[in-house]
């Protein structure tokens, strides 16, 4: 599984679906430099997925790489405007639309419903690997516990 984005916040949602993904047992990786990206793409092969997470579907250096990734048999899942240059190059569209009319100084909601999309993808990831996944999933909390130490909240 390979997660692309570009811009502002999608670099992050992506690498948020890389975390996701890894810790069900899945190789992925979210380069967010765009020649990683599209050598990523030159890489993939048929069996292999690209989700492409875009609050506008615009960036050319994304539908490259997805033009890439296509020509050698990946399949491209795309999450972003229906209507958008990228999502013409998809396998699957989820579509989300750009809310234009929030105040440049608040959060935009289209990326916490990427966030949730995101995590509801993962989710449906988890239930179709099943026991393998929950067993990653164990030796990847495992593995972190002993790192935990918590502090005494004073109360």
Do not use: W
Request: aromatic share 6%; hydrophobic share 45%.
């Amino acid at each position: 599984v390979a997660v692309f984005g570009l811009g502002g916040s999608s670099p992050v949602l992506a690498i948020e679906g890389q975390n996701s993904f890894f810790r069900l047992g899945l190789r992925a990786v979210a380069p967010v430099d765009t020649y990683m990206q599209r050598m990523t793409a030159a890489t993939l092969k048929k069996g292999d997925v690209v989700l492409f997470v875009s609050s506008t579907g615009q960036p050319e250096p994304l539908a490259d790489s997805a033009r890439i990734a296509r020509t050698y048999g990946a399949a491209c899942i795309v999450m972003a405007p229906e209507k958008s240059p990228l999502a013409a190059l998809a396998d699957v569209v989820i579509p989300i639309e750009l809310a234009m009319d929030v105040p440049y100084h608040q959060p935009n909601p289209v990326r916490f419903a990427q966030l949730f999309v995101l995590d509801c993808i993962a989710d449906r990831v988890a239930l179709m690997i099943g026991k393998p996944a929950i067993e990653t999933l164990r030796r990847v909390s495992s593995a972190v516990s002993p790192q935990q130490h918590y502090l005494p909240t004073g109360d």
